[in-house]
């Protein structure tokens, strides 16, 4: 079992950025690999970035956030971070943090067994 505490949403201009930080309880961060997803208002989930369980572990990304969102971890704090520069005003949703049993990076919702409550981004423009 882990659970997972999402820190650091807010409002923000467009072309700003936003860290948001996942932190997990346990002692077994280590075996999980994590996800970013998001969702607007009246739109479907969306997945944004994933990383494999090791610190400084294989990574993918959504095409809408590639190039301007980093998603990684420090498996010695419990924590994955999703750093976020040149926002845009469609960034905006609620963020979560999730996380899968295994090694693995996955871009599927399904595959995550453990999801945060959300933090709120919002873009103005």
């Known amino acids: 079992q882990v659970q997972l505490v999402e820190s650091g949403g807010g409002l923000v201009q467009a072309g700003g950025s936003l860290r948001l930080s996942c932190a997990a309880s346990?002692?077994?961060?280590?075996?999980?690999?994590m996800g970013w997803f998001r969702q607007a208002p009246g739109k479907a989930r969306e997945f944004v970035a994933t990383?494999?369980?090791?610190?400084?572990?294989?990574?993918y990304y959504g095409d809408s956030v590639k190039g301007r969102f980093t998603i990684s971890r420090d498996n010695a704090k419990n924590t994955v971070y999703l750093q976020m520069n040149s926002l845009k005003p469609e960034d905006t949703a609620v963020y979560y943090c999730a996380a899968k049993v295994g090694s693995s990076y996955s871009t599927t919702g399904t595959d995550f067994g453990f999801w945060g409550q959300g933090t709120q981004v919002t873009v103005s423009s």
């Open positions: 990383i494999s369980s090791s610190s400084g572990g294989s990574t």
């Open positions: 346990g002692r077994t961060f280590s075996r999980y690999a």
